[in-house]
């Protein structure tokens, strides 16, 4: 049996899951305020870029699954299941999360729902927030108790998100469980298709759901904060974190994933939600559980301080009147997300010491221009390159791991290449006469031994 749902915010969130609740067989509406969103939504256009969901959007759209309105009345009129996909960014001088959007669709949407509906929340939010808005959503409702609202996190990989969506590792429920309504058959209606292929349903209370999600981001950025730290030690020592980390990464109780040394993470996700995450365990009095987030905060902010440092080294000491090509631009591949994006972070502190910038990214060039308009672009890695003093890998794309260096050495001033993801062969860069430094491996001898 398919369902009639709604989606609110048609952000990476929303709009991938969307198109995603459609192409399992639902009908879906899409809503937003933002008009200019709705249009290229509405054309077949995602607003962002995501591997694979152009296609699944347009499909969906033809089919007639799927539509797009800035209309709550509309979505009210229309759904049974109501999920909340807006941002939680965080707020302006402050670590903790801003809920105005979230909010903003609890008041907008509940007073218009006159016939028992679910609300699934999908948007991270601090522990304490689905129980909070639950209890607002039946104020405000004509219906009272038959508006249940429960929480589904979501755990998309940008880059992966429409198989995240269609194929996830598990789904995660909460519920209010002193009402123990439709929250947990209305999830399992939409998600039939996805059980039936032994997905795993994981229902919990609301506050553990909530926490799933914040939790699980905080172990993956102390997990990439801790091999940068690994890195520092590295470098003092002459030693390679990338060696370091296949090694320890065979143990099972590690793993070799997220274990990749460099400059650090970004995006709109891991660096807010643990800023988050600290705030709100100091509102509940848990502040010492989580002050070692601090620490993992500040050695990834310190990986791109390290990389305009190493640079600088790189060229002979000063960057002022330097040229620096800066490969990537996007805080990972296969995303044109340049929100904290560390690769812009480094190019924005190396041209504010006097080098002149010139950035490529595959598909991040537009969003990059908005954010930082006094750096240079380019349309083509060779012409980022052209008479550049030193080239900076600092988003792995694979195009850039598949450089050639030959054909690069034909472009550049100096044969000077620092790789802040360590995704290059160096020794295809060292046969080649390029001086090569990777973050965390030593120097270029022991670098050219290993490999």
Not at 75 to 104: C, M, N, R, S, Y
Not at 307 to 318: D, P, Q
Not at 353 to 373: M, W
């Amino acid at each position: 049996m398919n369902c009639r749902i709604a989606v609110f915010g048609t952000g990476y969130l929303g709009a991938t899951h969307a198109a995603c609740m459609a192409e399992l067989g639902h009908e879906v509406i899409g809503v937003d305020i933002d008009p200019s969103k709705l249009a290229k939504l509405e054309s077949g256009q995602v607003p962002f870029f995501e591997p694979g969901l152009e296609e699944v959007l347009r499909k969906n759209l033809d089919n007639g699954r799927l539509r797009f309105s800035s209309s709550y009345q509309e979505a009210a009129d229309f759904a049974d299941v109501h999920f909340i996909g807006v941002g939680t960014p965080q707020k302006k001088g402050e670590f903790g999360a801003d809920l105005t959007a979230v909010e903003a669709v609890i008041e907008n949407l509940a007073p218009l729902i006159t016939r028992p509906a679910v609300i699934l929340g999908k948007s991270t939010v601090p522990v304490g927030t689905a129980a909070r808005l639950g209890e607002r959503a039946r104020q405000l409702s004509p219906i009272g108790d038959a508006l249940e609202l429960a929480w589904n996190p979501e755990f998309l990989r940008e880059g992966y998100a429409v198989q995240d969506t269609l194929q996830p590792d598990r789904l995660v429920l909460g519920i209010d469980q002193a009402r123990n309504g439709r929250a947990e058959e209305e999830t399992r209606k939409v998600y039939k298709t996805l059980l039936n292929n032994n997905i795993p349903l994981l229902v919990m209370d609301l506050a553990t759901s909530e926490l799933v999600k914040t939790a699980a981001n905080a172990f993956l950025a102390t997990k990439i904060s801790f091999i940068n730290a690994m890195a520092e030690v590295c470098e003092a020592a002459n030693a390679d974190v990338t060696i370091l980390a296949d090694a320890i990464g065979y143990d099972a109780r590690i793993g070799r994933r997220f274990l990749n040394a460099g400059i650090g993470f970004g995006g709109g996700c891991l660096p807010k939600d643990i800023r988050a995450f600290m705030a709100r365990a100091g509102e509940l009095g848990a502040d010492q559980a989580l002050t070692f987030l601090r620490e993992v905060d500040t050695i990834n902010m310190r990986r791109r301080s390290r990389m305009v440092e190493l640079t600088a080294e790189a060229i002979g000491g000063t960057l002022l009147g330097s040229r620096i090509a800066v490969l990537g631009a996007a805080f990972k591949p296969d995303s044109d997300d340049v929100r904290d994006s560390p690769a812009l972070n480094i190019a924005g502190q190396i041209q504010l010491q006097g080098a002149s910038v010139v950035v490529y990214d595959p598909k991040a060039i537009e969003n990059s221009r908005r954010l930082f308009p006094t750096l240079e672009y380019a349309d083509t890695a060779l012409d980022a390159c052209h008479k550049a003093d030193a080239v900076l890998v600092l988003t792995e794309w694979e195009e850039f791991k598949n450089l050639d260096p030959r054909t690069l050495g034909g472009v550049v001033r100096e044969k000077v290449i620092l790789d802040g993801r360590n995704c290059l062969n160096p020794a295809d860069w060292l046969k080649d006469e390029w001086t090569y430094r990777g973050l965390g491996r030593g120097s270029v001898e022991s670098v050219s031994m290993v490999n």
